[in-house]
């Protein structure tokens, strides 16, 4: 007895030991995602050291924007595991390669096809799955055809035999032996023979152990027969047990980041701040996104494993350009005999022209390749042209328009595609200043109302003709911190008519306004915050129970927006100094982080982003109120 636990122990343990050998792998392999791996292996470890307790599939479910490597890690993790052989990936947006049709129409047809045996582990990957939405945005019910036995694999991994097929076959026969009775004896073409994929998919769901040119050599009495039997047998027996999978479910939630700071669908966000964000995303902004494109039950059987992918870090994007460099100067090197070292000013513009957080990593490797897979075979021939012998060294160094090679004393520039550097570069001076102003006074006015700097300031943007603010998120918004939240939105047009007078105010606050609208009209129509309590709305359906009359609200908005315009213009002439601080780091900088806009400004600023306004203190003088006077009628003349 003492043995066979110690054998146990043993085997334990050694499972365990490759789990952290195989999470030791990946991290090495993966650049930024350390948490998310070891959240991964966590998640899988019971399935992987003690798969005899498994008695349903083990559904671990990964988020997060495209090109963050969700589904690089479930291959990486398959192969490492050993279960190359016996994982299947599911492309849930109905484009799926590798399967005959009628085969990828299902996923048990998909997983018959693979090296997944009925009642053994295997490793299932439902990628895209955010496309395999059953609602539309007004939770109307939409038609999917494919892969609808999804759900009863992730409720117990028990799927049933497909009956309509069986029923299609059925009706074949019936139609044939209808044509035989008509036709002359001997004209064979009424005869019914079963195709190809109907003997694969009757071999599967009958689980006949018979090869299938037998199957399809079946007689229509033969095949009736075998279709009786399996329908007088009971089909519970006839299930095909899936339960011991490990399923990934891989997709990107658009919904999950709606409420982030508005450098979410810029591409130029800072790649720090934006992981910042990401990184305070849980499991439930997980299920409240897909509330959006699921039933309530079908995100129930996607389980409680949400691992969320926060976007990647400076620093891990800085590995894989490194990572990258050392392989294109290796290669390029290797086959020309020299030594190339690539500088860290071209890292540098390799970064700046292929960094977009929001975007993953795929624009990064797009860059790469374009800029070194260009760059060093012309470098590389240029140095053997001057005279390079084998093992010498080549440099490359880089500008904001080329890069630089150097082989001993002499040098040669090589144009390079950096065309996202230069169109950062505002060479106009007008457009600068006018840029400079106008985002200075945004982030001065929401620094005074909110007490927190801005997340991010950039007047250097790629994506669009512009500039913008980005601010932290808020789970709860006062009605004061609306009102403050209006001001600071009219605050970059406040900003222009100080230092610029009324006639040269831009066009470039047309979206501020319209946002500054919204949030207005929201308050007063919506949230209850002016005279009316009431919901005001516009209607189209005769049971919608609202108020209609939205032309009362137009004057109090107008009246609301002057007031918060007048204030934000009140703040900037009180903090001239602090304006002008901020617009000159602007001009020289092009960006700047709330450190920095910290030390510009000498303001006092908090650096919890999650602060909210004092309602546990005013809860607190309530009660005291309340105890002091007694009653409610004392409570009330307290406030």
Request: hydrophobic share 40%; net charge negative; with cysteine.
């Given at each position: 007895?003492?043995?066979?636990?110690?054998?146990?122990?043993?085997?334990?343990?050694?499972?365990?030991?490759?789990?952290?050998?195989?999470?030791?792998?990946?991290?090495?392999?993966?650049?930024?995602?350390?948490?998310?791996?070891?959240?991964?292996?966590?998640?899988?470890?019971?399935?992987?050291?003690?798969?005899?307790?498994?008695?349903?599939?083990?559904?671990?479910?990964?988020?997060?924007?495209?090109?963050?490597?969700?589904?690089?890690?479930?291959?990486?993790?398959?192969?490492?595991?050993?279960?190359?052989?016996?994982?299947?990936?599911?492309?849930?947006?109905?484009?799926?390669?590798?399967?005959?049709?009628?085969?990828?129409?299902?996923?048990?047809?998909?997983?018959?096809?693979?090296?997944?045996?009925?009642?053994?582990?295997?490793?299932?990957?439902?990628?895209?799955?955010?496309?395999?939405?059953?609602?539309?945005?007004?939770?109307?019910?939409?038609?999917?055809?494919?892969?609808?036995?999804?759900?009863?694999?992730?409720?117990?991994?028990?799927?049933?035999?497909?009956?309509?097929?069986?029923?299609?076959?059925?009706?074949?026969?019936?139609?044939?032996?209808?044509?035989?009775?008509?036709?002359?004896?001997?004209?064979?073409?009424?005869?019914?023979?079963?195709?190809?994929?109907?003997?694969?998919?009757?071999?599967?769901?009958?689980?006949?152990?018979?090869?299938?040119?037998?199957?399809?050599?079946?007689?229509?009495?033969?095949?009736?027969?075998?279709?009786?039997?399996?329908?007088?047998?009971?089909?519970?027996?006839?299930?095909?047990?899936?339960?011991?999978?490990?399923?990934?479910?891989?997709?990107?939630?658009?919904?999950?980041?709606?409420?982030?700071?508005?450098?979410?669908?810029?591409?130029?966000?800072?790649?720090?701040?934006?992981?910042?964000?990401?990184?305070?995303?849980?499991?439930?902004?997980?299920?409240?996104?897909?509330?959006?494109?699921?039933?309530?039950?079908?995100?129930?059987?996607?389980?409680?494993?949400?691992?969320?992918?926060?976007?990647?870090?400076?620093?891990?994007?800085?590995?894989?350009?490194?990572?990258?460099?050392?392989?294109?100067?290796?290669?390029?090197?290797?086959?020309?005999?020299?030594?190339?070292?690539?500088?860290?000013?071209?890292?540098?513009?390799?970064?700046?022209?292929?960094?977009?957080?929001?975007?993953?990593?795929?624009?990064?490797?797009?860059?790469?390749?374009?800029?070194?897979?260009?760059?060093?075979?012309?470098?590389?021939?240029?140095?053997?042209?001057?005279?390079?012998?084998?093992?010498?060294?080549?440099?490359?160094?880089?500008?904001?328009?080329?890069?630089?090679?150097?082989?001993?004393?002499?040098?040669?520039?090589?144009?390079?595609?950096?065309?996202?550097?230069?169109?950062?570069?505002?060479?106009?001076?007008?457009?600068?200043?006018?840029?400079?102003?106008?985002?200075?006074?945004?982030?001065?006015?929401?620094?005074?109302?909110?007490?927190?700097?801005?997340?991010?300031?950039?007047?250097?943007?790629?994506?669009?003709?512009?500039?913008?603010?980005?601010?932290?998120?808020?789970?709860?918004?006062?009605?004061?911190?609306?009102?403050?939240?209006?001001?600071?939105?009219?605050?970059?047009?406040?900003?222009?008519?100080?230092?610029?007078?009324?006639?040269?105010?831009?066009?470039?606050?047309?979206?501020?306004?319209?946002?500054?609208?919204?949030?207005?009209?929201?308050?007063?129509?919506?949230?209850?915050?002016?005279?009316?309590?009431?919901?005001?709305?516009?209607?189209?359906?005769?049971?919608?129970?609202?108020?209609?009359?939205?032309?009362?609200?137009?004057?109090?908005?107008?009246?609301?927006?002057?007031?918060?315009?007048?204030?934000?213009?009140?703040?900037?002439?009180?903090?001239?100094?602090?304006?002008?601080?901020?617009?000159?780091?602007?001009?020289?900088?092009?960006?700047?982080?709330?450190?920095?806009?910290?030390?510009?400004?000498?303001?006092?600023?908090?650096?919890?982003?999650?602060?909210?306004d004092p309602y546990a203190q005013r809860l607190a003088s309530f009660r005291a109120a309340?105890?002091?006077?007694?009653?409610?009628?004392?409570?009330?003349?307290?406030?």
């Amino acid at each position: 007895m003492s043995d066979s636990r110690h054998e146990l122990r043993a085997k334990l343990a050694h499972k365990n030991r490759h789990l952290q050998e195989v999470a030791a792998q990946l991290k090495r392999e993966l650049f930024g995602i350390d948490a998310i791996i070891d959240r991964v292996i966590d998640a899988v470890r019971a399935w992987v050291v003690m798969p005899e307790l498994v008695t349903r599939p083990v559904i671990v479910c990964l988020w997060g924007l495209t090109g963050t490597g969700k589904t690089q890690l479930v291959r990486r993790l398959a192969q490492l595991l050993g279960f190359y052989d016996r994982f299947v990936e599911v492309q849930m947006d109905g484009f799926s390669h590798g399967a005959s049709w009628r085969g990828a129409q299902s996923i048990s047809g998909m997983l018959s096809q693979s090296g997944v045996r009925e009642g053994e582990p295997g490793i299932l990957a439902l990628d895209e799955f955010q496309r395999f939405r059953t609602i539309d945005g007004k939770r109307n019910e939409m038609r999917v055809e494919r892969f609808q036995d999804v759900w009863a694999l992730l409720s117990d991994g028990r799927l049933p035999p497909s009956l309509s097929l069986l029923g299609d076959i059925e009706a074949s026969l019936a139609d044939a032996a209808f044509d035989a009775e008509r036709a002359d004896a001997d004209e064979s073409r009424h005869r019914f023979r079963l195709r190809p994929w109907e003997a694969q998919e009757l071999q599967r769901n009958l689980k006949l152990d018979l090869p299938l040119m037998e199957i399809m050599a079946w007689t229509p009495e033969q095949l009736q027969q075998r279709l009786r039997e399996f329908r007088d047998s009971g089909q519970q027996q006839w299930e095909t047990d899936y339960s011991r999978l490990l399923v990934f479910v891989c997709g990107n939630l658009d919904e999950m980041y709606e409420d982030l700071a508005t450098s979410v669908d810029d591409c130029d966000s800072d790649a720090d701040t934006f992981h910042a964000m990401t990184a305070k995303l849980s499991v439930i902004d997980v299920k409240q996104a897909l509330n959006q494109r699921f039933k309530p039950e079908q995100v129930a059987r996607l389980g409680n494993e949400h691992v969320v992918y926060p976007s990647l870090s400076r620093r891990a994007y800085e590995q894989l350009i490194e990572q990258g460099c050392m392989r294109y100067a290796r290669d390029t090197g290797e086959r020309c005999g020299l030594q190339i070292d690539v500088g860290a000013s071209v890292r540098e513009q390799i970064y700046a022209n292929g960094v977009f957080p929001a975007q993953g990593t795929r624009p990064l490797f797009s860059s790469l390749h374009a800029i070194l897979g260009a760059t060093l075979p012309k470098a590389a021939l240029w140095a053997m042209e001057q005279g390079a012998a084998p093992g010498d060294l080549v440099a490359l160094t880089a500008d904001e328009r080329a890069v630089v090679v150097q082989w001993r004393d002499r040098m040669q520039s090589i144009a390079a595609p950096f065309e996202i550097t230069r169109l950062r570069q505002r060479n106009n001076p007008d457009f600068r200043a006018l840029l400079a102003v106008h985002e200075a006074g945004h982030g001065l006015v929401h620094a005074l109302l909110f007490r927190r700097a801005p997340t991010e300031i950039k007047i250097h943007v790629a994506s669009f003709e512009g500039g913008y603010n980005a601010y932290s998120s808020r789970k709860v918004w006062s009605r004061q911190n609306q009102l403050d939240s209006i001001c600071t939105s009219l605050a970059g047009r406040a900003a222009e008519l100080l230092v610029f007078g009324p006639g040269m105010a831009s066009s470039g606050a047309e979206s501020d306004l319209r946002k500054a609208t919204e949030s207005a009209a929201r308050m007063l129509r919506h949230l209850g915050h002016g005279e009316r309590i009431g919901r005001t709305d516009v209607s189209c359906a005769s049971e919608d129970n609202l108020c209609t009359d939205v032309e009362a609200s137009n004057a109090p908005i107008e009246a609301l927006l002057q007031v918060e315009h007048e204030r934000a213009l009140r703040l900037l002439r009180g903090h001239r100094r602090e304006l002008l601080g901020l617009v000159d780091e602007l001009l020289r900088q092009g960006q700047m982080t709330p450190t920095r806009f910290a030390q510009v400004t000498g303001l006092a600023l908090g650096r919890d982003p999650d602060v909210l306004d004092p309602y546990a203190q005013r809860l607190a003088s309530f009660r005291a109120a309340a105890q002091a006077a007694g009653g409610a009628e004392g409570v009330l003349l307290a406030f």
